[in-house]
Structure formats: structure tokens, C-alpha cells
């Protein structure tokens, strides 16, 4: 038995694979419940998943390196929801609990877009914005496990009111509730389907919102210096659309772009499974 | 001999030391050539600074890994300027070319404010803005020996014009000249001098200005969750009037403030010797 497990905590679903040798063996998924459920719709499907040798669970939010949920978008009500100790108790033996957005970042690492980059950020366009990276040919987590909140990096500050409490957080413009402020209320998938159809205002929206997305990559840019950055989540699974202008915009707002190498603008190759994928690897050491 | 020697580049002075067991044992200074005499001086510094083990240079801007000066601010007309191959014709022996800013931010997590941290962040807050980071108890350099340029991180997309060609960068609002632009032209010293005699109006000026450097601040704690900010640069010498508005602001605008370990900001201890002593560290592999 050498598969691993890892289970993705996602808004809606919950999302396992069983993952060996590169490839993925099994998948079992559930709806997300209430997070009074959660331990017990995780370990059903564990078990569903059947033989592993170890399981990592991947969750949005604040995870601390003991696998305690400070605070997660996706469970309400969970503050200092000590998730790993009450899943171990439920299945009898260790797991490992990870932020989501790192899990998927090592993922696509190992196995995706990002092999081969010795500096990289894997960064999620979703409802919100996630991340993780790659510095000195390491997964990063920070001193905390709180590395990687780059939805909340503010690019315009006296911006747009975040839920979070700030202005002018980045995923407040360049994630899909950011395209569909852009477009005046529309929802980004109409959006990008008008833009795909060749609809120009649409294709002006998708410009509008390649800026904003540009601006964050450029500061991550600036700030670790990839050679790769994955764009998954999605809106990446529209690429053909919404990455022509995320990648016209980039060049144009890089510091010095005439002096430096430009990193990779790759979009990520495991889609949905890669929180789930890198919270595997990560509980077995990989 | 187990002296190290380290020449710091700066806007307007070159600065070499000798160090030794954590201390300076001889410390050079001389004006700031133009490019085409910075060889001569910088070796004219080194033989003056006499024996030494191993020799390191910390100059501003885009620094490859192989010493070319990519890009520098303070050398006017250095573009793909090969500082390491020309200095080691000059001196006959190998020496190391770093960024001052990742050489700063080395010798104050060796032997300064930064001893101790797992993750750290040495911001220098001058003219402008320069940094540098570690993760997972690394020096970071990112992929192409580029990382760090967080003045040029955009903080207000429509905000003012940077030299750079972008606008909005963090260095025009939080740096010495951020300072001056938000004092309606003061110079910066004057706010602080004003501040520190208890001036109302140039509290508030330090007041605003402590907001926009807590923005950044947030931004990278929010991207690479560091457990140390150390904050050193020439702002830093009036620690007492520029900290407290920043840790102010700092604790305000951090994501999940109250769900998170928030990291120390600390101010730096090796003043203007940080970049000469970290290149001296770097260039023997310390």
C-alpha cells in the first residue's frame, strides 16, 4: 500500500482522492456540511476511500501547523475548531490538516504546472483569492501557517469595502466576485461566455479585470521574484479568455521589465483536484 | 585571518567594513563615484580596508546572481554594469555581489534585530523602499536573485506616478519621499523634528504616513506570514516618533487581526553597517 489520501474542504464539496504514483486511483465527494458535521462526513469518506497510508485534509482559511482552524471562509462559526485532533479520535490514527491554497500550490508543484520552478505562487481565482509558494526550492508556510493570504494584500486603499474588514483588498477586484463587480452585477461566467462569443463589451470587462489581476501578480513579482506563477481556480478554467489579458497587463506593469527575466504565466493543470492531491502528498512527506 | 570585508554601495557614500566576531574591527567611507569610477573605488576601499578572508559588495537595484548590475538607482547609466568580473580583474581575487537591501536584511537576522526569527521581513524605509525576506529559516533571493523590490509593490493602482513608469508604489507613499509629498514638500526630518518638539500638525503628517507604511506591512505579513518585521533605513533613526503611528495602523489593517499570532515589529540595530556587514557575511557564506 503506497496511495495516499487527502480530502479537500471546499465552500460546497468536499472532494477525496486517492493518489498513487502521480495518478488518481479514486475520488469520493459529498456537499459541505454545517461544521458540527464535518469530522464525521470527513472520516466517511476516508473510509469510502478505502487503503492509505496517510491522509491530509486541505481547508481555506487561518490553519495552524497543529491543524487547529483559527477561521475559515468556507465553515462558519468554526473559530479555534481543533479539526485535526477530533478527526484523528474519529479514525484512530494521525492525520495531517493543511490550508487548502498551500496544498494545491505544493501540488501543482510536484505534479502540475509549477515542476521545475525553483521560486513559484500558485494562486486561486475564485470566489475569493488563494495562495501558496514556493521560495528556495521550499513550500513556504510562514511562522505561522498563515502564509499565502494574498486575496487580502490591499492594491487600492481606499478601495472597495472588504468583508474582511479592510478596503481595497486584491480579491475584492481580480476574483470572480471582483469580475462581477467590474461588469456591473453580471455573473463572471456570463461574462466570460459574452467575451468568448466575441462580445466587445464583455471583452472590455475581461481587460478591466486582467488589470487587477496583473497588479497582484506584479507585486508577488516584486516582492519573492518566481520563475512560475500557476493561475488556477475558476476562472482559470476559462483560459483562453481571461488569460491574454492577464499576461498583456503583466508585462506592462512589472518593475523594470526591460532589465529582468519575466516569470512563466502558466495556468494549472490538476484543477479542482489539487487541494486535495498536494494535502496527500503533504501528510506522507512528499 | 578570519575577518570579512563587506562594501556597501550607497546614493551617496560608500561604506566598507572589516568584521569580525560579530563586530567591526575597521570601517572606510568614501563619496559615491560615477559608474565608470566605481571599480577603482570600490578596490580602493578593499585594499584599505586590508586582510581579509573574503570580500562582498552590496549594491541597490537588480543584481544577477552573477554580479551583474542589472538596473541600479543609485548608478546612474549602469545598465548590465558586470560589477563582480570587473572588480575581480581590478583586485585579483573572487569576490561576492549581492543587493544591499538582501545583504541589510541578512546581517540583521545574523547579528541585529532579526536574530531568532523563523520568517522575517527587513524593510528599509529612505529615499525609497528596499527589502529583504527570509522563509523557512532561509535567505530568500527569489529565482532570478530579484526579490525584494516591495517599494515598487502597488499599494493605489490610480495613485501617484512613480519614476519607475508605474504609479501607485508603496515607496512614493511610505518612504522618506512619501513623507515629503504628504507634508505638502516639508522634508521628511523637518515633520519629525516638528513631531518630536509634540506639533500637532506634523503628528498627524506622521500619523497618515504611519498608515501607509502599515498598509505594506500588512501586505507582506498577509503574503509570506513573517514572525519578525525589522524596519531599519534612515527613518528608523527617529524610531520614537515614526514607530508608534505604524504599529498602530499595523494592528488595524492585519487581516484576521484578532485570529493570528501578529508578527513583532521590531526597529534595526546595525544602522547604516547592515548592507556592508551582510555583504561580508554572504561573500564567506555565513
Chains 1, 2 share one sequence.
Not at 498551500?102 to 505534479?111: D, G, K, N, V
Not at 520552478?117 to 509558494?133: H, P, Q, R, V
Not at 472597495?160 to 461566467?189: D, F, K, M, N, V
Amino acid at each position: 500500500m503506497t496511495a495516499v489520501a487527502g480530502i479537500d474542504v471546499g465552500g460546497t464539496k468536499c472532494l477525496g482522492v486517492l493518489f498513487e504514483n502521480g495518478k488518481i486511483l479514486k475520488s469520493v465527494l459529498r456537499p459541505t456540511p454545517h461544521a458540527d458535521q464535518l469530522v464525521v462526513t470527513l472520516a466517511e469518506i476516508a473510509r469510502e476511500l478505502g487503503d492509505y497510508k496517510t491522509l491530509g485534509v486541505g481547508v481555506p482559511g487561518l490553519i495552524t501547523p497543529a491543524g487547529v482552524v483559527r477561521e475559515s471562509p468556507n465553515l462558519t462559526g468554526a473559530v479555534e475548531f481543533d479539526l485535526r485532533a477530533r478527526l484523528q479520535k474519529e479514525l484512530g490514527h494521525e492525520i495531517d490538516v493543511e490550508n487548502d491554497a498551500t496544498s494545491a500550490a505544493h501540488a501543482e508543484w510536484q505534479f502540475g504546472a509549477g515542476r521545475g520552478a525553483t521560486d513559484m505562487w500558485m494562486i486561486t481565482l475564485g470566489t475569493g483569492i488563494g495562495g501558496g509558494f514556493v521560495s528556495g526550492s521550499k513550500l513556504q508556510r510562514g511562522s505561522h501557517g498563515f502564509a499565502g493570504e494574498i486575496g487580502h494584500m490591499v492594491v487600492e486603499s481606499q478601495g472597495i469595502a472588504c468583508p474582511c474588514g479592510q478596503r481595497g483588498c486584491w480579491e475584492r477586484y481580480a476574483s470572480g466576485s471582483g469580475l462581477a463587480t467590474i461588469a456591473g452585477g453580471e455573473r463572471g461566467e456570463e461574462v466570460i461566455a459574452r467575451a468568448t462569443a466575441g462580445d466587445k463589451q464583455a471583452l472590455e470587462y475581461l481587460d478591466v479585470f486582467g488589470r487587477w489581476v496583473a497588479i497582484g501578480l506584479v507585486n508577488l513579482t516584486n516582492i519573492t521574484d518566481p520563475n512560475v506563477i500557476v493561475i488556477g481556480g475558476g476562472l482559470a478554467e476559462s483560459a483562453a479568455s481571461v488569460m491574454p489579458p492577464i499576461k498583456k497587463w503583466f508585462k506592462q506593469l512589472l518593475y523594470a521589465p526591460d532589465n529582468r527575466e519575466h516569470p512563466e504565466l502558466r495556468v494549472a493543470q490538476l484543477g479542482k483536484n489539487a487541494g486535495a492531491i498536494g494535502a496527500a502528498l503533504l501528510s506522507a512527506g512528499f
